[in-house]
């Protein structure tokens, strides 16, 4: 069965024309799947939709079968958002990474050990204490991934995970997110990124999903990339051999 389904989905802001309309998409369990488009195409819009925090303007997204209910809480998705300012509230970082943890209701030794545990994998210790506003901007960015992992979801939604992040860190995300089992949508501009994470590649653009396919082939054509503003990440673009240096 599905994890995740969106059938004739329309998405939009209140008071504003539809962002997309018509898609379907169906996601099995622990998929992987990278979610490529423009500025605005509405990526981080439709994150919003299946994390139940915008509702549908038309259509419907199910979860293992099951319609989403506007408003329900959905310890089984977990949203990371593009902006960490939207994301972190609590006083210090500690305390944020657990409030996902303690609205599960979990027993407290199992909150706090899958607290440590995403502290530790988002390469966060040692911050524990630090109100979240002194974080710096790839420390943000790290710290609402590991809000999210508390909640051990079947679903993440990834908005953008490598922005900000230095390339250690972004090397570190990359593993860890390649050793998870639970399923994942990604949306980013960092290709490359999505090419050693995911298998399947969704190009949106003008409202609606203009590809969906192998990530090779979707991200490798260059027609396609070129007509909805992207380009084909560097490690598919043939290389001319390198020019000699010495005599042979
Ligand atoms: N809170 C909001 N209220 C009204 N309109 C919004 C809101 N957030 C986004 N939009 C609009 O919805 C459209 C899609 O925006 P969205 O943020 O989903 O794009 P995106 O694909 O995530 O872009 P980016 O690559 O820049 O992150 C844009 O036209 C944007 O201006
Ligand atoms: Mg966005």
Redesign the pocket.
Known sequence: MSLLDLDSLSVG??H?SA?LTGLNLHVAPGARVGIV??????????FHTIAGVLPPLAGTVRLRGEPLRPGAFLPEVALVF?QAEDQLFCPTLAEDVAFGARNLGLPAPEADARVARAIADCGLEGLENRPVHQLSGGEKRRACLAGALVMAPALLLL??PSAALDLRNRRRLIALLAGMEQAMLI?S?DLEMLLELCPRIIV?DRGRICADGPARAVLGDAALMAAHGQEVPHSLTPHPPSERHHAP
Do not use: F, R
């Not at 488009?37 to 439709?46: C, I, T």
């Open positions: 802001w209140p504003a962002v488009g423009p500025n605005g195409a509405g990526k981080s819009s439709l593009q908005d953008e949306a501009h949106i």
